[in-house]
């Protein structure tokens, strides 16, 4: 069975450059999340969507990021523009059903984005 | 204060040892906890679960201390491929379903 797909693998960009990231969950997981990791640091949440629907974003930086999962399966996530803040590794993860308790998370091997 | 906190370390430890993290949050409605070990330049995958009750898996076993708002991992008879980033991660709850990481813990077992 395949497991969380994403790609590019690596960006590397000017700043002020749009990028986006594209991340397709394991079949049948309706619960994907973004996360952001700093070197050093833990992955941080950005967004989380249920299906189609986003919640918890509250820690998407919305004045240049944006993030969309029309049909509940694959998703994009998008900066536009790129800062130098912006270089670290989005992780994208889902889980079977989290408000069936299954919340567990699957991560997907990430893309490494450097900002120029 | 952060949510939750852990000692980066490097732990550095050899073949053998026996060793232990802690983390603590600051969410007393926290309601899940877990945790997940990280290779270098790799994604995170989950290490085990953390039950009320404290739970066992091989050489691992992991404990909530609810009352003083802390998890642990205890690691025996440690291997040299325990060596990674161990992150500790709260469930925040209250209605709210926002999974938090700790900055990780960082274990090495030389020979």
């Known amino acids: 069975e395949a497991g969380v797909v994403q790609s590019p693998r690596y960006k590397i960009i000017e700043k002020k450059q749009p990028v986006a990231f594209w991340c397709n969950p394991i079949s049948g997981h309706n619960t994907l999340y973004w996360y952001r990791q700093n070197l050093g640091q833990g992955p941080e949440l950005l967004i989380r969507y249920e299906n189609e629907e986003a919640v918890d974003d509250s820690q998407l930086p919305k004045d240049r990021f944006s993030a969309e999962r029309l049909k509940g399966v694959d998703s994009t996530l998008k900066i536009q523009p790129a800062e130098l803040g912006d270089s670290a590794v989005y992780l994208c993860?889902?889980?079977?059903?989290?408000?069936?308790?299954?919340?567990?998370?699957?991560f997907g091997p990430g893309t490494r984005l450097t900002v120029l | 204060r952060k949510e939750v906190e852990q000692d980066p370390g490097p732990f550095n430890v050899p073949e053998g040892a026996t060793v232990a993290f802690n983390c603590t949050y600051s969410n007393s409605a926290s309601q899940s906890f877990f945790w997940y070990r990280q290779d270098c330049r790799k994604e995170p995958k989950l290490l085990m679960s953390v039950y009320s009750s404290g739970n066992e898996d091989g050489r691992f076993t992991a404990q909530l201390n609810r009352a003083s708002q802390y998890i642990s991992l205890l690691i025996r008879d440690s291997k040299l491929s325990d060596s990674a980033t161990y992150l500790c991660v709260v469930n925040r709850g209250g209605g709210s379903y926002i999974p938090t990481f700790g900055r990780g813990t960082s274990l090495i077992v030389h020979p």
């Open positions: 993860a889902s889980s079977l059903d989290l408000a069936q308790g299954y919340n567990e998370q699957f």
